[in-house]
């Protein structure tokens, strides 16, 4: 079926440790590539996101994630994470068929010890 | 970024009982109108997608007699939860957009919890 995997469901770090969560996804053709934040108590915020172009996005907060193609990859990065990034990440495709809706990943939540 | 607000943020419910949900996209039109439910410690899920003036598309596994949604204006949709039951206690999450390809933007919530 087609899907959007993250890898990790769980990620616990220390402070000005890196990040790197993965992200796959199984469609085929044209998509647009997103990873969304949800602090907790709070709705879901865009951290970036990749339409076309370079397939390196930068984001708020210091975040960026690569776009492979033939990896059907979105894997988001940070050099060094703060207390202040614990939350959950989640990552979302959509495609230009099927009215671009959006379908998101099962989510990682990321603890940061201080 | 676009203001999207849902209305209420939350709301308690008996059984058997039906609940209006608003959103409102207050500075941009929405042609399209998405809801997502997200159950504690889970991933957002699709349940339906609408289109102003058009009925809405459901995802399978949701019960359109259930959850009905209406998108009678590019800047207002609805989502009624019709004879609710504790299992639909959950987050609901309206998502609007402006055009095909266009980003979706994202509601802050309506956490409902059905006794």
């Known amino acids: 079926a087609q899907s959007v995997s993250q890898h990790n469901h769980h990620v616990i770090l220390s402070e000005a440790a890196s990040l790197e969560l993965g992200c796959n996804y199984s469609?085929?053709?044209?998509?647009?590539l997103f990873w969304y934040v949800q602090y907790p108590g709070q709705h879901l915020q865009l951290l970036l996101k990749?339409?076309?172009?370079?397939?390196l996005v930068k984001g708020i907060k210091g975040f960026e994630a690569e776009f492979i193609k033939s990896k059907f990859s979105f894997n988001l990065r940070k050099p060094s994470v703060q207390w202040s990034d614990t939350a959950e990440y989640f990552c979302?495709?959509?495609?230009?068929?099927?009215?671009?809706?959006?379908?998101f990943g099962a989510g990682t939540r990321l603890f940061v010890k201080a | 970024g676009a203001v999207v607000s849902q209305h209420p943020s939350w709301v308690i419910c008996k059984s058997g009982t039906s609940v209006k949900i608003e959103c409102r996209s207050l500075?941009?039109?929405?042609?399209?109108m998405f809801w997502y439910r997200q159950f504690p410690k889970q991933s957002l899920m699709l349940m339906a997608t609408s289109n102003e003036g058009s009925k809405a598309t459901y995802e399978q596994g949701v019960e359109k007699d259930k959850f009905l949604i209406n998108h009678a204006s590019l800047t207002l949709s609805t989502l009624t939860v019709t004879s609710a039951h504790p299992e639909d206690s959950s987050f609901y999450i309206c998502s609007p957009r402006a055009g095909s390809g266009s980003e979706q933007y994202f509601g802050p919530g309506t956490r409902l919890t059905v006794t």
């Open positions: 469609y085929g053709g044209t998509v647009n």
């Open positions: 500075d941009f039109q929405a042609t399209t």
């Open positions: 979302a495709v959509s495609r230009n068929t099927g009215g671009f809706k959006t379908i």
């Open positions: 990749y339409f076309s172009g370079d397939p």
